[in-house]
T-cell receptor, first 116, second 111 residues
Framework: KAGVTQTPRYLIKTRGQQVTLSCSPI?????VSWYQQTPGQGLQFLFE???????NKGNFPGRFSGRQFSNSRSEMNVSTLELGDSALYLC???????????????FGEGSWLTVV | DAKTTQPNSMESNEEEPVHLPCNHS???????IHWYRQLPSQGPEYVIH???SNVNNRMASLAIAEDRKSSTLILHRATLRDAAVYYC????????????FGTGTSLTVIP
């Protein structure tokens, strides 16, 4: 079955602009989480959505937001882009909310964002 | 966030076994141990996870110390495609799908 699909794969934006990234989870998966990866900070958790509700949020400013639709697809938005937002943004899906610590998540290939 | 300690880098010859260590001395009784790997220019990929007993799957084996303060990911025969950054992660219960990735171990496979 198809894996996690993220679009677009690559994009370049200018400081001050906003960007929307899209994620389609594995069929049947209801949880979608987002991560940011930079060379300096590594992989950092942004937020998680389950049943269209944000369930968990990492330590990022309010410029970073997201949402989940009824078909479990998710989008994340970054407003007022800064140079430091240049990163690989990864989406991961999971069957459920992960209340069991044995739950696993499956990542997409990511969206490479460059802010100039 | 639960802490793990891994060597920054390791090397292995192709077709030889690789043992990737991870220390997690502060692990609690309900924390699962997960391993993910990230190949260049790709998202992380699930490898294996376990709680107390050793685990095997088609990709690797996970050996967990009796006191659970350390674990070892074992790749039985390293191939060039196994060159990646390997992350050892502790998953506390009831934290949703928020995974804490450390810096991982960068594995180089020498032909």
């Amino acid at each position: 079955k198809a894996g996690v699909t993220q679009t677009p794969r690559y994009l370049i934006k200018t400081r001050g602009q906003q960007v929307t990234l899209s994620c389609s989870p594995i069929s049947g998966h209801r949880s979608v989480s987002w991560y940011q990866q930079t060379p300096g900070q590594g992989l950092q958790f942004l937020f998680e959505y389950f049943s269209e509700t944000q369930r968990n949020k990492g330590n990022f400013p309010g410029r970073f937001s997201g949402r989940q639709f009824s078909n479990s697809r998710s989008e994340m938005n970054v407003s007022t882009l800064e140079l430091g937002d240049s990163a690989l943004y990864l989406c991961a899906s999971s069957l459920d909310l992960g209340l069991s610590s044995g739950n696993t998540i499956y990542f997409g290939e990511g969206s490479w964002l460059t802010v100039v | 966030d639960a802490k793990t300690t891994q060597p920054n880098s390791m090397e292995s010859n192709e077709e030889e076994p690789v043992h990737l260590p991870c220390n997690h001395s502060t692990i609690s009784g309900t924390d699962y141990i997960h391993w993910y790997r990230q190949l260049p220019s790709q998202g992380p990929e699930y490898v294996i996870h376990g709680l107390t007993s050793n685990v095997n799957n088609r990709m690797a084996s996970l050996a967990i110390a009796e006191d659970r303060k350390s674990s070892t990911l074992i790749l039985h025969r390293a191939t060039l495609r196994d060159a990646a950054v390997y992350y050892c992660i502790l998953r506390p219960a009831n934290t949703g799908n928020q995974f804490y990735f450390g810096t991982g171990t960068s594995l180089t496979v020498i032909p």
